[in-house]
């Protein structure tokens, strides 16, 4: 009977397609864990995946070393003219920090929404289809790692880590296109500090949003962008980027600041996490606000 | 010759796109070219040509779904592509002739496929605001060439080992 046959495979395939629909419904709500069978995969993976990577850092190390390597004549000019200003602001550091110090004592304020627990954790995959940018790291949920923290390199903040299994984390880029991914930060430089969010990333520029300023606060090009703490989860003080260009946003209310990140997203090998200590509570780091909680 | 060879193999594979895929983007003249690495799909695909379909898929399905929990948390994605490429694959071949060639031009010919109806789903959940023009140039022709380059080295070493093992297989079943 090839009719029935037909009729069956028929079946089958609209089953496929509705179990398909439905899986991938599924996986692209947002989910604040994983589920079992998802870990344990993520886990036995990615301890395969670290034992490749290994060898791959150590060829992108070669490379880097090569490439700066040929930038040494250049940079050692450049660099020995700023050592003489290094010193003065070095000093001028050790300063202030004695004074904040001490003043912090005078007042009995012992926390500081700048203190946070460094994780240090290598990258041992970044997605390979690059559609969404993610990164894998070889630290999770053992070691501490949870959830919307703040991912940075030497240079500034990269992202956040959105999932943690025991062995492994993933982070989404700060050069996500995800309209959740809000970043509370802070503009230093000025008179006095404005604040603002982060909020999306301009594909074809390769800079960040930074929204929700004041119209009447007046910002240079040049000004530095620095994660403000007020989020809730993510450290204060951690370097996000530079100013690279003010406008208004699309409703004329507020401004709109175009910032350039400090950290390169390409070739990334080692991160740290940053665990903050003073408690974390929900806020526009993690993408809850008031008006979502309801 | 080693009886598991050809599961190895896509392991490997499987564990090497991502290495590949740390060197990308790759900024030439201020513009940043993707670089996707495809090895396993190409595998898969030669599996498809060369040893039988039905294993092809199952790999396809198996290594999908590890790429889909992985790395893009988005189940059924890939493990559904991987299978359906080499469907596809299985039934294209029937209609033009056997050599390695064309299997490399056809392979080809699906990988170029395989990455627009990607780019076509994550468009449609809007993941990605790329224009298709930006998708053809920045990370269409990038990844072609890249993963030609691969092909076209080790297209033949995929064929043999494939052959190879089918030999052993064919032998094995005429002793019983």
């Known amino acids: 009977m090839p009719q029935l046959l037909t009729n069956k495979r028929l079946i089958l395939l609209l089953l496929g397609v509705i179990l398909l629909v439905a899986l991938i419904s599924f996986s692209l709500r947002d989910r604040d864990n994983v589920s079992l069978p998802e870990q344990i995969i993520k886990d036995a993976v990615g301890a395969g995946q670290s034992v490749f990577s290994r060898p791959a850092h150590f060829v992108t190390g070669i490379f880097d070393n090569v490439d700066s390597l040929l930038n040494t004549f250049e940079e050692n000019q450049h660099l020995k003219t700023r050592l003489e200003e290094f010193a003065g602001v070095q000093a001028e550091v050790k300063d202030l920090r004695s004074e904040n110090e001490e003043l912090k004592k005078i007042v009995g304020k012992e926390e500081d929404l700048r203190d946070f627990n460094p994780i240090q954790a290598t990258v041992i995959a970044r997605n390979p289809d690059q559609w969404e940018e993610k990164l894998i790291l070889n630290r999770g949920a053992n070691q501490g790692v949870k959830p919307n923290m703040a991912v940075m390199t030497a240079s500034g903040l990269i992202g956040k880590v959105t999932l943690t299994t025991p062995t492994t984390s993933t982070v989404e880029l700060i050069s996500t296109l995800n309209p959740n991914y809000r970043v509370s930060a802070m503009v230093v430089g000025g008179a006095k500090d404005v604040y603002g969010l982060i909020e999306g990333y301009d594909a074809e520029r390769h800079e960040l949003l930074l929204k929700r300023i004041d119209a009447n606060i007046e910002l240079k090009k040049g000004d530095q962008v620095i994660s403000s703490g007020l989020g809730g989860i993510f450290p204060k003080g951690v370097l996000i980027g530079t100013i690279t260009e003010v406008t208004i946003d699309e409703f004329g209310l507020t401004k709109l600041a175009y910032v350039k990140p400090a950290a390169d997203f390409s070739l990334l090998n080692h991160v740290i996490i940053a665990d903050r200590l003073m408690p974390e509570v929900d806020g526009e780091d993690n993408g809850v606000t008031g008006d979502d909680e309801s | ?176």
């Open chain 2, 1 to 176: 010759m080693i009886r598991f060879l050809i599961p190895l193999i896509c392991l490997v594979l499987f564990f090497m796109e991502p290495v590949f895929g740390l060197f990308s983007p790759l900024n030439i003249g201020g513009e940043l070219n993707y670089i996707v690495p495809r090895f396993l799909i190409m595998f898969l695909i030669f599996l498809t040509l060369y040893y039988d379909l039905k294993h092809a898929m199952f790999y396809g399905l198996f290594f999908g779904l590890l790429y889909d929990v992985f790395y893009i948390d988005i189940i059924g994605l890939y493990s559904f592509l991987y299978p359906a490429t080499c469907l596809a694959a299985a039934a294209a071949f029937k209609r033009i002739p056997r050599n390695l060639l064309t299997a490399t031009l056809l392979t080809l010919v699906l990988l170029a496929l395989f990455e627009f109806l990607l780019y076509q789903f994550f468009l449609l959940i809007s993941f990605t605001g790329m224009p298709l023009g930006t998708f053809i140039t920045t990370r269409l022709w990038p990844t072609m060439i890249a993963n030609s380059i691969f092909l076209v080295m080790l297209g033949w070493i995929f064929k043999s080992v494939i052959v190879t093992q089918l030999s052993e297989r064919d032998n094995k079943i005429g002793l019983y």
